[in-house]
């Protein structure tokens, strides 16, 4: 049973446009949200999280949003840049007394000229 | 500080053969992860250990799968006897207790034929 679901296994865009991506959960226990970018070859890279006692949280051109009543988040880049062309997936962590973190399936973003 | 390693980046491997795949986290770090990423379910968590105990290990496939952390500096995923099922990416990823962003190595993609 996937407690972290991305619907969208893909997303193409337009650079200098908006990227959306989204991310639902289903346990009201998780704490902490969190996005990763994955190049090919690489490990994923921590880019932006956001706690659930707040529903928002910006870093330049990325800014994550949480909707905790409807268990939805997403992550918004704004202008999409060709270097954002990535695999992103979306994590929650297990609540205050874990260090666990249970991820999604992940959306590759494409960003063309 | 040199991030998370794994070794071997590639392993490929005859079924039935045991295939060990190698995790140094970053020094300091007290909570090791094993992840297993494949297209239908994502990242998928396999173990953790906090101060090279393990603490959950439910996401184990299966007996053939086992895990062992002798140190705070080296983690082992076992498996024996291997399967083509078994042919993904493995990461490991560490984490300080209290900070919320994993940091993954660079994986080990495993090929079993």
């Known amino acids: 049973d996937q407690q972290v679901k991305q619907n969208s296994p893909s997303l193409s865009v337009q650079e200098g446009r908006i990227s959306i991506l989204n991310c639902d959960y289903t346990?009201?226990?998780?704490?902490?949200f969190l996005w990763y970018k994955k190049y090919p070859a690489e490990g994923p890279t921590f880019l932006i999280s956001i706690s659930s006692i707040k529903d928002k949280n910006e870093d330049g051109r990325f800014t994550v949003f949480l909707n905790k009543s409807a268990k939805h988040l997403s992550l918004h880049i704004v202008p999409s840049q060709p270097g954002d062309s990535a695999v992103y997936f979306c994590?929650?962590?297990?609540?205050?007394?874990?260090?666990?973190?249970?991820f999604g399936t992940g959306t590759r973003l494409q960003v063309f000229p | 500080d040199a991030g998370v390693i794994q070794s071997p980046r590639h392993e490929v491997t005859e079924m039935g053969q045991e295939v060990t795949l190698r995790c140094k986290p970053i020094s300091g770090h007290n909570s090791l992860f094993w992840y297993r990423q494949t297209m239908m379910r994502g990242l998928e968590l396999l173990i953790y250990f906090n101060n090279n105990v393990p603490i959950d290990d439910s996401g184990m496939p299966e007996d053939r799968f086992s895990a062992k952390m002798p140190n705070a500096s080296f983690s082992t995923l076992k498996i024996q006897p291997s399967e083509p099922r078994d042919s993904a990416v493995y990461f490991c990823?560490?984490?300080?207790?209290?900070?919320?962003?994993?940091?993954f190595g660079s994986g080990t993609r495993l090929t079993v034929v």
């Open positions: 346990n009201s226990m998780f704490d902490y």
């Open positions: 990823a560490s984490i300080s207790t209290g900070d919320y962003g994993y940091t």
């Open positions: 994590a929650a962590r297990g609540g205050y007394n874990t260090d666990k973190l249970i």
